[in-house]
């Protein structure tokens, strides 16, 4: 029988900064086949405002090419497809609006990655493209708005950075009215080396066999190096020498004739140049070659992990509990309450699985993580260290909603505590924070006795609590702290009843 008549297809879609990728694969005899790539130079980062909004022109443009991405995806579940925005929609403060009708051409929802994020799907898509990813590899990729930077070692990146430059914002800066000459060339080279100052020397340290480049300025670099005969294998530090020479001869990004270099990548081609030039001089590399692999394969790759039950986001809970050295039996005594909670007033709230027995787990594992900082405001702590950490296989999105859930989880209650987050996120952590709130309360007493079998019903907004008969009784803080709670919900419209 063939195993690919009824292998589920799998969607990836990058929202960069310059173009848009979406491709499309499937297990076939356990390896990831791809079935459909597609392609459009939106150049998002040309409609990025000083407000940081963006150009209604380039914004439509954008939503068109969703839509034609969005017909070719819009059967796939919500599980199957995975589409992230990289650093335009990062810095872009007013882009909700915009996400919102991106979701809505698209047919599927769209998170914001972190540039280390960003760089970590980088280095898996690079890593799985090679023949033999064994040894220490450098991976380059520049993109439109961003330069990401990584050294791993088979499929571990050991070291991440992203830094603020790209492609496109290279070339807006220095080359905006298409002229290229000497001056413009080395100024541009100059500011790139500015910017991977501080990450030279831990690179360098670091050490590296093979040098890999992505994604498309990358490419087209070593396709124009090879075509015109100045290198015969991969990027040199003279290939890339020749071809600035022959940019500043040419003089006009217009008038760029190298076959490699389409009509859409001639306006940025400069200073994507510029970049690879400053990241050749900064880490002294000798040869770069380049991989198919980049940021989509890796979100692929990714995507199946999760269905596989290998997801990176369990892995890096993990290692945030265990650095902030958090006590586990307590997390799990508040976890196993929490999932018992929301087992009895899920179908009533319709709480949706598996995701909320993953929030709760992992809000349960680390909501005490602020404890080694300091036990005064330790919920702000917590908060504050999820939120403005480097945490592997989360968006900024789902950052925040951990977050929102630790900082939640204990004390004042109220509204503007989930403002922050996108709008259709926050009914949902409001739900999410109840259970866990009174997880937390009924787990007080960190005690290693068995917790009592508590009845849960409840509709749309309240809760009732059956306790055993006579506990409340024999409990008297606990019922305090019922008596609190009840008003703390009340600020959300919430109902707490217990017996």
Not at 373 to 393: C, R, T
Request: glycine content about 8%; overall charge neutral.
């Amino acid at each position: 029988m063939n195993q690919t008549t009824d292998a589920p297809s799998l969607a990836a879609i990058d929202l960069g900064s310059n173009s848009f990728h979406m491709i499309v694969g499937r297990m076939q005899n356990k390896q990831l086949q791809l079935i459909d790539r597609l392609r459009e130079p939106v150049r998002l980062a040309e409609g990025l405002t000083r407000q940081r909004s963006l150009e209604p022109e380039v914004a439509a443009r954008a939503l068109d090419c969703l839509q034609r991405f969005g017909q070719r995806i819009r059967d796939l579940p919500a599980d199957s497809v995975r589409a992230v925005g990289t650093n335009t929609l990062r810095r872009a403060h007013a882009a909700s609006g915009f996400l919102h009708q991106a979701e809505d051409a698209l047919g599927h929802s769209i998170e914001v990655i972190s540039g280390i994020e960003e760089a970590r799907l980088i280095y898996l898509g690079v890593a799985h493209s090679l023949a033999e990813p064994g040894g220490r590899q450098l991976v380059a990729d520049i993109g439109g708005g961003s330069t990401e930077l990584i050294i791993g070692e088979g499929f571990q990146p050991i070291q991440l950075e992203s830094l603020y430059m790209g492609c496109v914002s290279m070339s807006q800066r220095f080359f905006a009215d298409g002229k290229i000459d000497k001056p413009s060339m080395k100024e541009a080279i100059l500011a790139a080396r500015l910017e991977l100052q501080a990450s030279k020397q831990t690179f360098r340290r670091t050490g590296w066999t093979m040098a890999t480049g992505s994604s498309g300025t990358i490419r087209t670099v070593r396709d124009v190096v090879l075509q015109a005969g100045w290198s015969d294998n991969g990027i040199t530090p003279d290939s890339l020498k020749k071809l600035r020479g022959a940019l500043i001869a040419i003089g006009d990004a217009n008038n760029i004739e190298f076959e490699a270099v389409s009509e859409d990548r001639k306006p940025v081609f400069a200073g994507g140049v510029a970049i690879l030039s400053a990241i050749f001089h900064a880490l002294k590399i000798d040869r770069m070659l380049h991989s198919s692999g980049a940021l989509r394969e890796g979100l692929l790759y990714d995507l199946l992990g999760r269905l596989q039950h290998q997801d990176i986001r369990e892995g890096t809970v993990e290692s945030l509990s265990q650095r902030y050295h958090t006590d586990v039996e307590q997390a799990l005594r508040v976890e196993e309450t929490a999932l018992a909670l929301s087992e009895q007033i899920g179908p009533c709230w319709q709480l949706p699985e598996p995701s909320t027995t993953k929030w709760l787990h992992w809000a349960a594992l680390v909501h005490e993580i602020g404890l080694l900082i300091a036990h005064s405001q330790y919920h702000k702590h917590g908060a504050y260290l999820v939120k403005y950490s480097d945490l592997p296989g989360f968006s900024l999105s789902e950052q925040l909603f951990l977050s929102v859930l630790i900082r939640c989880h204990r004390r004042k209650f109220r509204p503007a505590m989930v403002e922050a987050l996108p709008e259709d996120m926050r009914d949902y952590a409001v739900q999410l924070c109840v259970v866990l709130r009174l997880s937390v309360l009924l787990q007080r007493s960190r005690s290693h006795k068995a917790s009592p079998e508590v009845h849960v019903d409840g509709a749309e907004k309240s809760i009732c609590l059956t306790f055993p008969q006579g506990w409340l009784e024999e409990h008297p803080l606990s019922q305090a702290d019922l008596k609190v709670e009840r008003k703390h919900l009340a600020t959300f419209g919430i109902t707490l009843e217990y017996r």
